[in-house]
Each structure stands twice: as structure tokens, then as C-alpha cells.
């Protein structure tokens, strides 16, 4: 669509008026009733049904059929907690120099609302496949009553487009994420007298090989998978051996392994009793052949591996990550986001959606 033409100059204004809105209002991950609200009062103000699950909100295309295939346009509209180094209002939009800042205005307001206006400019159009679009909660918890609560209420999905700060670049494979719990024992012993089994010194050979650990097969979008320790506990007195030692690990999966191999593999090279907290967030990759990187490379769309987090690990179906503003500036003080990526944004998933349709 043409950016100057009248429809795309309301869609723009729309979806800047929603965003200002939505930065207005605190959206903590699992308190976002307000802004599901929002959302849904700005689709039923334009005769778009809605549903509703928790803080989830979905709608689908006027002309959905279930013979066609379905996508989904996905993006959050939960935040973070702003931290001390702001400057201005986190809740209160301000524009300067071409910028709208606000908490949530990159990450992932500006997607959410551009993915917002794409949908209403497709929502009567017959197109070869039906749209659906899903406001999620708890994205940045990756928790249970987000997407993962929902989507089994959509039909067998074709593709997901995840709308998060990609700068338009289309990330077609993302790591995955498994924080495992180790805990080694030892035996309890007075420090003075050389008693005991001391599980620090234990624990600190295992922490040596998993400083050490490579893991044997290598991503070709994603490279290395990744364990790092990150958190360690032991003791309680001074003059005591401590008889047990707990750290913890982020194990960042590439499309290479599934969760198990990984810990499998982990699991071999150490001593320690190794515990996953979940096996949930999965590394994704489109598959070869799929449509969507055809349509990538007709609009010259950067195609990419993302090392960070997102709901397409909770999607279990061929799923893209793209979208306006930058990943550099999520979860920064004084988060922003350009005017002019909001109208990219809109014009860019327009494109995408069009395209795809003509080469369906």
C-alpha cells in the first residue's frame, strides 16, 4: 500500500492514537486487563467481533471459512517494569524529534498496533487464506496464561508472523531457552579439622566443564547452542563444609536440538543432579520450502537466526519474527520508538500479507 494514499494515513493515525494509549495505560505482564480492554474496545468501535481469554484477545478475518488455511498475526501488549533510568514518564506518550516514547512503544506496542491496522485493512478482504489476529499476555514471562493458554483455539495454523522489534528484518529461526536446576552433595564436615565432603569444591568442577562445554551440532541460521551458569548457592556458616551445593543454568537451544537431546547431552558431561524447570520454550525454524521464505526474498527482507526469547516458542506451528523498532531498545530507559517506523511497520506487513497472497 501506498503510504500517502488516504486509507494508510488513517490506518497510521489510528494505530498512533492506540499506541499512545496503550503506553498511558500499565500493562505488567499478568496485569493486563486494562489494555486488553483497550484492544478490544478498539476492535468492536470498528464491527470487529472479539474474543477473549484471561488478558488474551483475538478476532478473525469477516470472511474467515474453515477450508481455507489460517495465519496468525501475533503480537503482546504486556511490559516489563520500567527500571531507575528513566528520565521521562514511562506512562506518559510523549513525541519529540520524530520519536514516541514511552514504556512498551518498541517493545511491542509499535508491532502490536501496526499488526492492529494490518488486520482491519485485510479484515473484509478475500484473500486465499484467513487472517486471525491475537493480542497476547505474559510475553515477557513466557507465562502460561499467554499464548500458550489460547492457541489451541485457532484452527491448524500454515504460518505465525510475531510481531516484535526486528527492524523489518525477518527472523526465520529462534533459540530456544531451558533453565535447569543442578545441585550437587557432598557431606557436612567442621571446616577446621579437613571433615567432611565439601560440594563447593565439587560443584566447581562441574562449573569448570560447563565453562569449558561445547555442545556437538551447529545451526546453520543459529550457530552454537549455549549453557551459561548464572546462579550459585552453598553454606551457611563459616567454619561448616557445606554438604550441598545449587547453581543454576540458561541453556539456549538452537533449531539443532530438541529440549531432551540437549539436556541429554548436558547431562552426560556433569556430575551434578540436573532438574529442567520446564520443557516448553522450544527453538524454531520455518522449514525449508515454506512460502513465506519465498516472499521474503521477492521483498528483500533480511532473513536472520534471533538469539532472543519470543512467543514463537510457544507457537507449534512455521512461525516468522518481524516488525518495526529495534530489539537494541527493549527493556532500555526512555524506550522509543520513530514515527516513521510505525508507518514502515503498517506499509511492510501490508506488503507481506499481499505478496504472500499473489504467489499463494
Given at each position: 500500500?501506498?503510504?500517502?494514499?488516504?486509507?494508510?494515513?488513517?490506518?497510521?493515525?489510528?494505530?498512533?492514537?492506540?499506541?499512545?494509549?496503550?503506553?498511558?495505560?500499565?500493562?505488567?505482564?499478568?496485569?493486563?486487563?486494562?489494555?486488553?480492554?483497550?484492544?478490544?474496545?478498539?476492535?468492536?468501535?470498528?464491527?470487529?467481533?472479539?474474543?477473549?481469554?484471561?488478558?488474551?484477545?483475538?478476532?478473525?478475518?469477516?470472511?474467515?471459512?474453515?477450508?481455507?488455511?489460517?495465519?496468525?498475526?501475533?503480537?503482546?501488549?504486556?511490559?516489563?517494569?520500567?527500571?531507575?533510568?528513566?528520565?521521562?514518564?514511562?506512562?506518559?506518550?510523549?513525541?519529540?524529534?520524530?520519536?514516541?516514547?514511552?514504556?512498551?512503544?518498541?517493545?511491542?506496542?509499535?508491532?502490536?498496533?501496526?499488526?492492529?491496522?494490518?488486520?482491519?485493512?485485510?479484515?473484509?478482504?478475500?484473500?486465499?487464506?484467513?487472517?486471525?489476529?491475537?493480542?497476547?499476555?505474559?510475553?515477557?514471562?513466557?507465562?502460561?496464561?499467554?499464548?500458550?493458554?489460547?492457541?489451541?483455539?485457532?484452527?491448524?495454523?500454515?504460518?505465525?508472523?510475531?510481531?516484535?522489534?526486528?527492524?523489518?528484518?525477518?527472523?526465520?529461526?529462534?533459540?530456544?531457552?531451558?533453565?535447569?536446576?543442578?545441585?550437587?552433595?557432598?557431606?557436612?564436615?567442621?571446616?577446621?579439622?579437613?571433615?567432611?565432603?565439601?560440594?563447593?569444591?565439587?560443584?566447581?568442577?562441574?562449573?569448570?566443564?560447563?565453562?569449558?562445554?561445547?555442545?556437538?551440532?551447529?545451526?546453520?541460521?543459529?550457530?552454537?547452542?549455549?549453557?551459561?551458569?548464572?546462579?550459585?548457592?552453598?553454606?551457611?556458616?563459616?567454619?561448616?563444609?557445606?554438604?550441598?551445593?545449587?547453581?543454576?543454568?540458561?541453556?539456549?537451544?538452537?533449531?539443532?536440538?530438541?529440549?531432551?537431546?540437549?539436556?541429554?547431552?548436558?547431562?552426560?558431561?556433569?556430575?551434578?543432579?540436573?532438574?529442567p524447570r520446564s520443557m516448553r520454550l522450544n527453538s524454531?525454524?520455518?522449514?525449508?520450502?515454506?512460502?513465506?521464505?519465498?516472499?521474503?526474498?521477492?521483498?528483500?527482507?533480511?532473513?536472520?537466526?534471533?538469539?532472543?526469547?519470543?512467543?514463537?516458542?510457544?507457537?507449534?506451528?512455521?512461525?516468522?519474527?518481524?516488525?518495526?523498532?529495534?530489539?537494541?531498545?527493549?527493556?532500555?530507559?526512555?524506550?522509543?520508538?520513530?514515527?516513521?517506523?510505525?508507518?514502515?511497520?503498517?506499509?511492510?506487513?501490508?506488503?507481506?500479507?499481499?505478496?504472500?497472497?499473489?504467489?499463494?
Open positions: 500500500m501506498d503510504n500517502h494514499s488516504g486509507e494508510f494515513q488513517n490506518l497510521y493515525t489510528q494505530a498512533l492514537n492506540l499506541l499512545k494509549q496503550l503506553i498511558s495505560t500499565p500493562s505488567f505482564s499478568k496485569g493486563e486487563e486494562e489494555t486488553a480492554d483497550l484492544i478490544e474496545a478498539f476492535l468492536a468501535d470498528r464491527d470487529i467481533e472479539t474474543f477473549r481469554k484471561g488478558n488474551n484477545v483475538w478476532a478473525y478475518t469477516k470472511l474467515f471459512d474453515p477450508k481455507k488455511p489460517s495465519i496468525l498475526l501475533n503480537s503482546h501488549h504486556d511490559t516489563v517494569k520500567p527500571n531507575e533510568g528513566y528520565t521521562k514518564d514511562p506512562f506518559k506518550p510523549e513525541t519529540e524529534d520524530g520519536k514516541l516514547y514511552g514504556l512498551g512503544s518498541n517493545d511491542a506496542g509499535g508491532c502490536l498496533v501496526c499488526l492492529i491496522a494490518t488486520f482491519i485493512h485485510f479484515h473484509e478482504a478475500d484473500l486465499p487464506f484467513n487472517l486471525i489476529f491475537a493480542a497476547s499476555a505474559e510475553e515477557e514471562i513466557s507465562g502460561r496464561n499467554g499464548i500458550d493458554s489460547i492457541i489451541d483455539e485457532f484452527p491448524e495454523l500454515e504460518l505465525a508472523i510475531v510481531g516484535e522489534p526486528t527492524l523489518m528484518d525477518m527472523a526465520v529461526a529462534e533459540k530456544g531457552l531451558m533453565v535447569i536446576d543442578a545441585k550437587v552433595r557432598g557431606k557436612a564436615g567442621h571446616a577446621a579439622r579437613e571433615e567432611g565432603e565439601n560440594a563447593l569444591y565439587l560443584a566447581l568442577d562441574d562449573l569448570l566443564k560447563i565453562r569449558a562445554f561445547e555442545f556437538k551440532r551447529t545451526s546453520p541460521f543459529l550457530g552454537k547452542s549455549k549453557v551459561s551458569a548464572t546462579v550459585i548457592q552453598a553454606g551457611s556458616q563459616h567454619n561448616v563444609v557445606p554438604d550441598s551445593c545449587t547453581f543454576t543454568l540458561d541453556v539456549r537451544i538452537t533449531d539443532s536440538y530438541t529440549l531432551e537431546e540437549a539436556f541429554a547431552e548436558l547431562k552426560s558431561q556433569i556430575k551434578a543432579e540436573l532438574t524454531s525454524r520455518v522449514p525449508e520450502g515454506h512460502l513465506i521464505l519465498s516472499v521474503a526474498d521477492i521483498l528483500g527482507l533480511r532473513q536472520y537466526g534471533s538469539p532472543t526469547l519470543s512467543d514463537q516458542a510457544l507457537i507449534p506451528y512455521p512461525s516468522v519474527k518481524v516488525g518495526p523498532g529495534d530489539s537494541a531498545r527493549s527493556h532500555t530507559a526512555d524506550e522509543f520508538i520513530y514515527l516513521d517506523e510505525l508507518k514502515s511497520g503498517i506499509e511492510g506487513y501490508i506488503n507481506l500479507i499481499d505478496t504472500y497472497a499473489q504467489h499463494y
